[in-house]
């Protein structure tokens, strides 16, 4: 007797003994939270993220051990029209210094500040404790300001500064992400009970999804002292996570449903889930893994992180689906159907023949139709659209977000734009750090004196403030920073200009004669523009990993490597057509109303790469699916044009749902305050959307009709045993294929 696929043994284990496998899956969900938050969160430091120029500035500055700057926060004083009335400004001025003097957390008061153009007053506030929680500590001085505005109601007074921004962004950003995951949960389920018109069937694949997400957190947590994690990991889980939690489920359950209807006991029905399903689950999670993994290879500790929080929580999920899921189908039996929903029970209802076949849908064979009928000129205008959509993706730009791509609802950005726009130096900062033996400390002074004057009359740079140079010297004098201003946004081209103008002229020539020095350039712009060309380096690396390691699993999966090559070739192409998708939409200003963002004129520089492993592991999903329900139709003797009809509108009903719950859960992420997220979602929503649509029921169908039986040619080492391989024709019979080993047929949910 044939052994038995593990995903069979494991299943069968767990339906026969299903309080043993919830009780194992409970008890391993809560040991990895509880240990994830007892072992802490080690974050990346500005070691582990230096990246070319700018990282080499930033790791000399963490070498210098500079003492740690004090908070400082400012009052603001403008006019709320017109001209600025010095001398009620400078009353208001004297009266938020006796105010804030006497507040808590407040170390020292300075002396007003005006404004070269004579538009503004600032007071500037030094604060007391350590400023890494200086944010928490802010709200006293907020409320003293707050007074002073009452008694000059004809000014703005306004309190801004690193602090209150950060306090006014933590509560906004963190109201959004709340905002996100408790709708991400109602949209996912409603879905699902659409779907399958039952409230525990849609219910299973929620919590198993959530499952998946704590589990994959806490082990992400334990991870980080190995790699460290960074702030969006714990968003890439949740978003990664209840995409693929809720699509490995719905395939399972809804093939263990169909195997019901037809007169399976519960424990076969689990059975033959895992054996189709089951396996398909295991070879799309392998897919998305081997994406995510190509991650490494960008040598970056932000990939890195991302890398490990999307593998793990891929992994739990599908863990998951072939161990305790199985358990709960057995326990719950038919009440899995229950309780009913009337109306939608009836419409899922009328999917299935009496005998739990998939009814073909009229949408779907009028969809594939052209397809079907005339391939060749299908084909060539589905393709012809993808590459129009994708055609904008060669002007694409990448850009670091700036300050100024921050979101605008609170007063504290508000005010920072009316502080940038009186005093220019308090807004982007390139940063010179040298490091030189510290007998050299007063000749590195010296020269970056000379450095920042020649800056002065250029309008690339701000005017200095009338102290001088913005100069710091490590402990140790062996390290020397100098901040240098521009009056332009950070993205702004005027702002890379002037990057340029320090690195390629100004600091060469001024440093250059120092003996034993070493410098570098750094600052916001540096990091933007060098991460922009890490990236373009390291994507065809990472492209190329991926499509090699992608090539070899599909083609060991499905035995063809026809089917590989084209499964790799249409990925490409709906990648390429969600790059074309974001630059449309985020490059240009169209889009700015209904989104709710202003535009960047260019992508978040991290989100191509990540943009495209994400996208090809997860439509991997579909494609396992699909393919496996057209292969099997074809190892049972079906002609390749009818196997290519059965297996689309077959699958049809459960990718379409699958696929709106990841548009949804995608979408959702759209409307953050943050344009890194809101280009995420758009893009993962709009790719899915084109994948599980255009891809699959155009493209693929198309593309399969035209290659007829050359589908399925491999060379001999690929064919396997026995007729396990269609070795490029279709078996002439249905007997042709009743040899073949069901246990080895993938995905046929």
Same mark, same amino acid.
């Given at each position: 007797m044939?052994?038995?696929?593990?995903?069979?043994?494991?299943?069968?284990?767990?339906?026969?003994?299903?309080?043993?496998?919830?009780?194992?899956?409970?008890?391993?969900?809560?040991?990895?939270?509880?240990? $994830?938050?007892?072992?802490?969160?080690?974050?990346a430091?500005?070691?582990?993220?230096?990246?070319g120029?700018?990282?080499?500035?930033?790791?000399?500055i963490?070498?210098?051990?500079?003492?740690d700057?004090?908070?400082?926060?400012?009052?603001?004083?403008?006019?709320?029209?017109?001209?600025?009335?010095?001398?009620?400004?400078?009353?208001?001025?004297?009266?938020?210094?006796?105010?804030?003097?006497?507040a808590?957390?407040?170390a020292?008061v300075?002396?007003?500040i005006p404004?070269?153009?004579g538009?503004?007053?600032?007071v500037?506030?030094?604060?007391?404790g350590?400023?890494?929680?200086?944010?928490?500590?802010?709200?006293?001085?907020?409320?003293?300001?707050?007074?002073?505005?009452?008694?000059?109601?004809g000014?703005?007074?306004?309190?801004v500064?690193?602090?209150?921004?950060?306090?006014?962004?933590?509560?906004?950003?963190?109201?959004?992400?709340?905002?996100?995951?408790?709708?991400?949960?109602?949209?996912?389920?409603?879905?699902?009970?659409?779907?399958?018109?039952?409230?525990?069937?849609?219910?299973?694949?929620?919590?198993?999804?959530?499952?998946?997400?704590?589990?994959?957190?806490?082990?992400?947590?334990?991870?980080?002292?190995?790699i460290?994690?960074?702030?969006?990991?714990?968003?890439?889980?949740?978003?990664i996570g209840?995409?693929?939690?809720?699509?490995?489920?719905?395939?399972?359950?809804?093939?263990?449903?169909?195997?019901?209807?037809?007169?399976?006991?519960?424990?076969?029905?689990?059975?033959?889930?895992?054996?189709?399903?089951?396996?398909?689950?295991?070879?799309?999670?392998?897919?998305v893994?081997i994406?995510?993994?190509?991650?490494?290879?960008?040598?970056?500790?932000?990939?890195?992180?991302?890398?490990? $929080?999307?593998?793990?929580?891929?992994?739990v999920?599908?863990?998951g689906?072939?161990?305790?899921? @199985?358990?709960?189908?057995?326990?719950?039996?038919?009440?899995?159907d229950?309780?009913?929903?009337?109306?939608?029970?009836?419409?899922?209802?009328?999917?299935?023949?009496?005998?739990?076949?998939?009814?073909?849908s009229?949408?779907?064979?009028?969809?594939?139709?052209?397809?079907?009928r005339r391939?060749?000129?299908?084909?060539?205008?589905?393709?012809?659209?993808l590459?129009?959509?994708?055609?904008?993706?060669?002007?694409?730009?990448?850009k670091?977000?700036g300050?100024?791509?921050?979101?605008?609802?609170?007063p504290?950005?508000?005010?920072?734009?009316?502080?940038?726009?009186?005093?220019?130096?308090?807004?982007?900062?390139?940063?010179?750090?040298?490091?030189?033996?510290?007998?050299?400390?007063?000749?590195?002074?010296?020269?970056?004196?000379?450095?920042?004057?020649?800056?002065?009359?250029?309008?690339l740079?701000?005017?200095?403030?009338?102290?001088?140079?913005?100069?710091?010297?490590?402990?140790d004098?062996?390290?020397?920073?100098?901040?240098?201003?521009?009056?332009?946004?950070?993205?702004?081209?005027?702002?890379?200009?002037?990057?340029?103008?320090l690195?390629?002229?100004?600091?060469p020539?001024?440093?250059?004669?120092?003996?034993?020095?070493?410098?570098?350039?750094?600052g916001g712009?540096?990091?933007?523009?060098d991460?922009?060309?890490?990236?373009?380096?390291?994507?065809?690396?990472?492209?190329?990993?991926?499509?090699?390691?992608?090539?070899?699993?599909?083609?060991?999966?499905f035995?063809?490597v026809?089917?590989?090559?084209?499964?790799?070739?249409?990925?490409?192409?709906?990648?390429?057509?969600a790059?074309?998708?974001?630059?449309?939409?985020?490059?240009?200003?169209?889009?700015?109303?209904?989104?709710?963002?202003?535009?960047?004129?260019?992508?978040?520089?991290?989100?191509?790469?990540?943009l495209?492993?994400?996208?090809?592991?997860?439509?991997?999903?579909?494609?396992?699916f699909?393919?496996?329900?057209?292969?099997?139709?074809?190892?049972?003797?079906?002609?390749?044009?009818?196997?290519?009809?059965?297996?689309?509108?077959?699958?049809?009903?459960?990718?379409?749902?699958?696929?709106?719950?990841?548009?949804?859960?995608?979408?959702?992420?759209?409307?953050?305050?943050?344009?890194?997220?809101?280009?995420?979602g758009?893009?993962?929503?709009?790719?899915?959307?084109?994948?599980?649509?255009?891809?699959?029921?155009?493209?693929?169908?198309?593309?399969?009709?035209?290659?007829?039986?050359?589908?399925?040619w491999? @060379?001999?080492?690929?064919?396997?045993?026995?007729?396990?391989?269609?070795?490029?024709?279709?078996?002439?019979?249905?007997?042709?294929?009743?040899?073949?080993?069901? $246990?080895?047929?993938?995905?046929a949910?």
């Amino acid at each position: 007797m044939q052994r038995r696929p593990v995903t069979v043994r494991v299943a069968r284990w767990s339906a026969e003994h299903p309080w043993r496998a919830v009780a194992l899956w409970v008890v391993f969900v809560a040991l990895c939270f509880v240990g $994830g938050n007892a072992a802490g969160l080690k974050e990346a430091t500005a070691k582990d993220m230096s990246v070319g120029e700018s990282g080499r500035a930033g790791v000399m500055i963490e070498e210098g051990r500079f003492a740690d700057e004090p908070a400082v926060e400012n009052v603001l004083i403008t006019a709320r029209s017109g001209a600025l009335d010095k001398r009620a400004a400078g009353d208001a001025a004297k009266a938020a210094a006796t105010r804030l003097r006497t507040a808590p957390g407040v170390a020292k008061v300075g002396d007003a500040i005006p404004a070269t153009d004579g538009s503004a007053l600032l007071v500037p506030i030094t604060m007391s404790g350590d400023p890494e929680t200086a944010s928490d500590r802010v709200e006293p001085l907020r409320t003293a300001t707050a007074e002073v505005q009452q008694r000059y109601p004809g000014l703005r007074v306004e309190e801004v500064g690193g602090p209150s921004i950060n306090k006014a962004l933590d509560d906004t950003l963190g109201k959004d992400f709340k905002r996100a995951e408790w709708l991400s949960l109602p949209v996912t389920l409603a879905i699902l009970i659409i779907a399958f018109g039952a409230l525990i069937a849609a219910g299973i694949p929620v919590l198993l999804a959530l499952s998946s997400v704590a589990a994959a957190i806490g082990l992400s947590t334990l991870a980080s002292h190995l790699i460290p994690a960074n702030d969006s990991t714990s968003s890439v889980i949740l978003l990664i996570g209840m995409a693929v939690g809720v699509d490995y489920s719905l395939f399972y359950v809804r093939r263990e449903r169909e195997e019901r209807a037809k007169g399976r006991g519960h424990v076969d029905a689990v059975e033959i889930a895992a054996e189709t399903s089951g396996h398909a689950v295991v070879v799309s999670g392998t897919a998305v893994v081997i994406a995510m993994a190509g991650l490494f290879l960008a040598n970056d500790a932000i990939f890195s992180s991302l890398a490990v $929080g999307s593998i793990l929580v891929v992994a739990v999920a599908v863990i998951g689906s072939l161990t305790v899921l @199985p358990a709960l189908l057995a326990k719950l039996g038919r009440w899995v159907d229950r309780p009913r929903v009337p109306l939608l029970w009836r419409l899922a209802a009328r999917r299935t023949t009496p005998d739990g076949q998939v009814q073909p849908s009229r949408f779907w064979s009028a969809v594939l139709r052209p397809a079907l009928r005339r391939p060749l000129p299908t084909l060539l205008v589905s393709v012809g659209l993808l590459l129009a959509l994708a055609a904008p993706a060669l002007g694409m730009q990448l850009k670091f977000p700036g300050t100024e791509d921050l979101p605008r609802t609170t007063p504290a950005m508000q005010a920072y734009d009316r502080l940038t726009a009186a005093y220019p130096s308090n807004g982007t900062q390139h940063i010179v750090a040298v490091q030189a033996p510290a007998d050299q400390a007063a000749a590195v002074r010296a020269a970056l004196t000379r450095l920042a004057a020649s800056t002065q009359g250029d309008r690339l740079f701000a005017a200095q403030e009338q102290t001088g140079p913005d100069i710091d010297v490590s402990p140790d004098k062996r390290v020397t920073v100098l901040s240098i201003a521009t009056p332009f946004a950070s993205r702004s081209d005027e702002a890379v200009q002037s990057l340029h103008r320090l690195r390629e002229d100004l600091v060469p020539a001024a440093l250059g004669g120092l003996s034993g020095a070493t410098y570098a350039v750094g600052g916001g712009v540096a990091e933007s523009e060098d991460y922009a060309t890490h990236v373009w380096h390291k994507l065809p690396i990472v492209v190329g990993f991926v499509l090699l390691l992608t090539f070899l699993v599909m083609a060991w999966t499905f035995r063809s490597v026809v089917v590989a090559l084209t499964s790799i070739l249409l990925n490409l192409l709906s990648a390429a057509a969600a790059y074309g998708l974001l630059v449309v939409v985020f490059q240009n200003t169209w889009a700015e109303g209904p989104l709710g963002f202003t535009s960047m004129g260019a992508i978040v520089t991290w989100l191509p790469l990540f943009l495209f492993v994400v996208l090809f592991g997860l439509s991997m999903d579909y494609h396992v699916f699909v393919v496996s329900r057209i292969r099997e139709a074809v190892l049972r003797g079906v002609p390749n044009r009818e196997a290519v009809a059965e297996g689309i509108t077959g699958s049809a009903g459960v990718v379409t749902s699958a696929a709106i719950v990841m548009v949804a859960v995608f979408s959702i992420f759209a409307t953050l305050s943050t344009i890194d997220m809101k280009q995420l979602g758009v893009g993962l929503a709009a790719a899915i959307l084109l994948d599980a649509t255009l891809i699959r029921a155009v493209v693929l169908p198309a593309l399969m009709t035209l290659l007829g039986p050359a589908n399925w040619w491999a @060379p001999r080492l690929l064919r396997g045993r026995g007729k396990h391989s269609t070795g490029g024709r279709a078996p002439a019979s249905p007997a042709a294929a009743e040899d073949e080993p069901t $246990g080895e047929l993938v995905g046929a949910n």
